[in-house]
């Protein structure tokens, strides 16, 4: 009995599905990359997987060194570490769901510099938190190391080979698909005592921006047909790649220039997606103008991008703030995107909030966007949360509240309970066909009762 139980296999246990492998990601690194799901659940993850019974066990020590530097790494910018499983044979490092970076691109149907500039931001701000904050040194910056979750957000990953940011020794990377060593990695090997911490990074952060626009950098001497670059990078690019690594800029330095004078890292994507990670702190008015140019601004950006990263920040300002009806209509829109489960639990509690709001303004926008939200209402919540406030709407002062009221209960009928339908609605229908001043409101009323009729009792139809 113990002989079987010490020599279980615990990759039978491990609490994610392995599924297909991402095939754009062979021989960028000595991991290979899968798609994966937490067991019993549909959450989607990706899992890094070292397999020495297939590789060797020349990466292996490697693998299990850069998962544990992984799991200690906590920064936005920085591929998050889920869960992880390690053995004598095999490493499984389980991460959030993502693209390798080319892959996300190529695949781009949305693509523009902003987009683009505002990913290059983001590895930016990752490598100024590795060389000047953590004082490491990463060495494998380039487009095989950058992943993108489904928000869009880029990531800087591949931390295989970080070393202490003063260490005089640099690994050999010239194996790596793609890669394209500092020059003074080629000139004698070591070279790092020449050069300031963050030189060997920038390098290969401004090989990552040439590939970026351009794709495949096919010579070192690519490097300097600066053209086809975005014009607003150019100016600041040289310093990137100087042949002199004490001359190359450091990140921090990078992100101020070309955030300075409406420069490379200034932009309606960059500055819209700053102002929703501090909408919280922003007053009504900023809301209300930033809102008014969202709905365009989400026209140009992907899909999953709008999902899992611009609605996310809405539901938060929902929960956490004041009601505000400026930005129903985008929320609805983007919510389109979501899975019924996902739209039951993000954007349902935010639309039953919205209900138990006095302003006649916010009642106005739910009548008249109900289409779009309807039909994830289960009938619990319409019956119990929802048409306690429609009824409101039947003796509402302002006319056009009343009749957006009645036009709604065609929506709402099939989901309406029998007392409700056949008592409650049938009551102010009678009342408003007889006595409202209104005489567009008396016609709709009718068109509505023959529209609702199906959904009557028998003796009520009659």
Known sequence: MFASIFSRDPTKDFGYEI??????YNGCSFWALHKAVKKGTSEEFSVFVYDAQKQGDSWLSAAKSSMKRLKTMRHPNILTFVDGLETDKVVYMVTESVTPLMEYIQKLTKKSDHLLSWGLLQVAKALSFFNETANLAHHNVSVNSVFVNKAGEWKLGGLDYVTPADSDSAPSLGHLKGYLEPPEYTKGG???????????????????????FKGTIPSRDALQQINNLPELVRPHYPALIATNPKSRTSPSEFIKVCTANRGFFYNNVIDSMAFLDEIQLKSAEEKGRFFGKLSELVESLPEEMCTYRVLPQLITTFEFGPADNSMLPILLKLGKGLKDEEYQKRVIPVVVK?????????????????????????????????????????????????????????????????KNMNEEVMKHFARVQAKDEQGSIRTNTTVCIGKVAPCLNPDVRE
């Not at 070279?191 to 963050?198: A, D, F, L, S």
């Not at 009642?363 to 039909?375: E, G, T």
């Not at 119990?384 to 009343?402: C, E, K, M, S």
């Open 19 to 24: 599924q297909d492998p991402v095939h754009s």
């Open 190 to 212: 070591g070279g790092r005592r020449n050069g300031e911490k963050w030189s060997a990074d920038m390098w290969g952060y401004g090989i990552l921006i040439y590939e970026v």
């Open 354 to 418: 919205l209900f138990s709001s006095t302003d006649r303004g916010t009642r106005m926008q739910l009548l008249q966007q109900m289409k779009f939200y309807i039909d994830h209402l289960s009938n619990s919540i319409v019956n119990t949360q929802i048409f306690p406030h429609i009824v409101n709407g039947f003796l509402d002062t302002n006319p056009a509240i009343r009749e957006e009221t009645v036009k709604s209960v065609v929506l709402l009928a099939p989901k309406l309970n029998s």
